[in-house]
């Protein structure tokens, strides 16, 4: 069974910084795309990078472009997300989850596209 366990929120202040991991059990990581996604409250879940299954390309949202970076290691079967500069507006549940069947990413990460969706880790941005 696919399982996705997300880690590394917390709180954090207004400019400060976090890495969050998604470590895969059950299955290897290396051979599919994973998406990072935030919800916060009273908002729909929206995407914020992608990583293809071999590192090699990626893609983030226009609000986090230039702040995080996404990244893997396929030997820990674990996937990064490093956040920069964080802002009040970045506060949500981050959850990572697995692109099915693509080994890019598409042009778009869209949650509908995504499954195997992990507990999700509280990111919290305030001073």
């Not at 996937?79 to 500069?85: D, R, T």
Request: proline share 5%; hydrophobic share 30%; charged share 15%.
């Amino acid at each position: 069974q696919l399982q996705l366990v997300e880690s590394g929120g917390g709180l954090v202040q207004p400019g400060g910084s976090l890495r969050l991991s998604c470590a895969a059990s059950g299955f290897t990581l290396r051979y599919y795309i994973i998406g990072w996604f935030r919800q916060a409250p009273g908002k729909e879940r929206e995407g914020v990078s992608c990583i293809s299954s071999s590192g090699g390309s990626t893609n983030y949202a226009d609000s986090v472009k230039g702040r995080f970076t996404i990244s893997r290691d396929n030997a820990k079967n674990t996937v990064y997300l490093q956040m920069n500069s964080l802002k009040p507006e970045d506060t949500a549940v981050y959850y990572c989850a697995v692109h099915p069947y693509r080994t890019s990413c598409p042009s778009e990460t869209r949650p509908a596209d995504f499954g195997s969706w992990g507990q999700g880790t509280q990111v919290t941005v305030s001073s």
